[in-house]
């Protein structure tokens, strides 16, 4: 465990806010890595894989079309902090190298830190840590290298913050993020046999050809399948876990809790396994609910959403108004959003692709709106395609780009970049991706 941590009562004695910090909600904000929307019972799956987010949907809002801006895990995130799009906050792998958040741009963080809030920033992967620029605004940073089965662990940390800090007189902020959905799939017992009855049998992975790309164990799918159910599971537990001990606290009236993923999974889908290197929905479709006080409860939202949209939400739920440049809107807003709104993904993992040919892969973006989903890759002469989602939520069925969905996606790629990151270490970078699985 690697830890940033300030004097919190040296912050709090600083702080200076015009409002009434008593007055405020604590926020938890919980982004699940790798879970797709439709393997929770509240997105319509057969399994009971989440009970507990499935209440926490019906106490609250479900946001039914929330769309991931990338398949995997920085860029998404960045886009989370900032409430940009990838293109304009940077992050994520372009022009031949890898980039963090730029340390400069305000995210949720800096901005309810700058409003009387106490931050918190708990993160379970490597490439969301300080040296990646994710550190920036929290009072309070703890990252891991690689939290596989640690949201038990996560939980408690935060739970012991609360403990030590009882006489805390500022509203809380907590960003928890949790890994224990990512690849290698094997939750911790009895989890581990929750959908299959002999657990892992020391199959957590696929295999593939390391020279080739060529997948050496499709047949291994269905059980992989059945672990990461398991996994979804074992956390939605642990959040269980942790809203009990809330309202043992006396704490959850007055918290606002939104829960969402950075992107999901694909199990042979489109002939892929994992995530990062296509834009297909089954990578970007994300479960995203909100509730606490104020929130309509039991309300399903079917209008396009974006990640990007977080930031404007709780800024908007404060009255804090957002004193910069953002691609998202509040969802609390009736009059911002319609079913024709375009919400863009982009930037997959460069080495990933290779099993696909896809050596322009930088050029690869896609976007969502009205029910329509656009694809491109403008590293190439490729003239796009598209899907209606509603006849073919599989992207089964491609056809021609019409001239409105090809003008929204020549937007997007000509967004111009607010974010300056500095290009991360290439070695260090690359040691780190291969040790999570993210490139050979």
């Not at 009236?253 to 042979?268: P, Q, S």
């Not at 003008?407 to 291969?434: F, H, K, M, Q, R």
Request: hydrophobic share 40%; charged share 20%.
């Amino acid at each position: 465990m690697f830890r940033i941590v300030l004097l919190i009562l040296v912050i709090l004695a600083g702080l200076g806010c015009s409002v009434n910090r008593s007055s405020l909600p604590n926020i938890i904000l919980i982004s699940i890595d790798t879970l797709r929307a439709d393997h929770l019972g509240c997105y319509g799956y057969e399994r009971d894989t989440s009970p507990t987010l499935d209440s926490l949907a019906a106490a609250g809002t479900m946001y039914t079309r929330c769309q991931a801006q990338a398949p995997h895990t920085t860029p998404a995130h960045a886009t989370i902090w900032t409430g940009l799009s990838v293109i304009s906050h940077g992050a994520g792998y372009h022009n031949g190298s890898d980039y963090g958040l730029d340390p400069e741009l305000p995210t949720i963080a800096t901005m309810l830190k700058d409003n009387g809030y106490v931050t918190l920033g708990m993160v379970n992967v490597t490439i969301l840590n300080n040296d990646f620029g994710f550190a920036s605004g929290f009072d309070y940073f703890s990252w891991h290298p690689n939290g596989e089965a640690r949201a038990g662990e996560t939980v408690d940390e935060y739970l012991e913050w609360l403990d030590d800090n009882q006489g805390n007189p500022n509203p809380v902020f907590a960003m928890i993020h949790l890994y224990d959905v990512h690849i290698p799939f094997n939750p911790p017992a009895p989890y581990d046999k929750a959908f299959t009855e002999n657990g892992s049998e020391g199959i957590t992975n696929w295999e593939a050809d390391p020279e080739t790309g060529a997948l050496l164990t499709p047949e291994v799918t269905p059980h992989l399948i059945d672990l990461y159910d398991g996994e979804i599971l074992w956390t939605d537990s642990q959040l269980s876990r942790l809203f009990s001990e809330l309202r043992n606290r006396g704490l959850a009236e007055n918290t606002l809790i939104i829960v969402v993923a950075d992107h999901g999974e694909e199990f042979l889908e489109h002939n892929g396994w994992g995530h990062s290197h296509a834009l297909w929905q089954e990578m970007l479709h994300v479960p995203l609910i909100i509730s606490g006080p104020g929130i309509p409860e039991g309300f399903i939202d079917d209008l396009p959403t974006g990640q990007f949209d977080i930031l404007p939400t709780i800024m908007d739920y404060l009255d804090i108004p957002v004193l910069t440049q953002v691609d998202g809107v509040s969802l609390l807003d009736s009059t911002a959003r319609t079913a024709d709104r375009v919400i863009p993904s982009s930037r997959v993992s460069p080495d990933k692709c290779f099993r696909w040919g896809l050596e322009q892969h930088e050029g690869l973006v896609s976007i969502l709106t009205d029910g329509i989903k656009g694809i491109i890759n403008y590293g190439n002469e490729d003239p796009g395609v598209m899907f209606i989602l509603e006849d073919d939520p599989g992207e089964r069925d491609s056809i021609a780009l019409d001239p409105d969905i090809s003008e929204a996606l020549d937007i997007y790629w000509t967004t111009p970049p607010i974010g300056d990151p500095l290009p991360l270490n290439a070695e260090s970078v690359n040691s780190i991706l291969n040790d999570l699985g993210y490139i050979r």
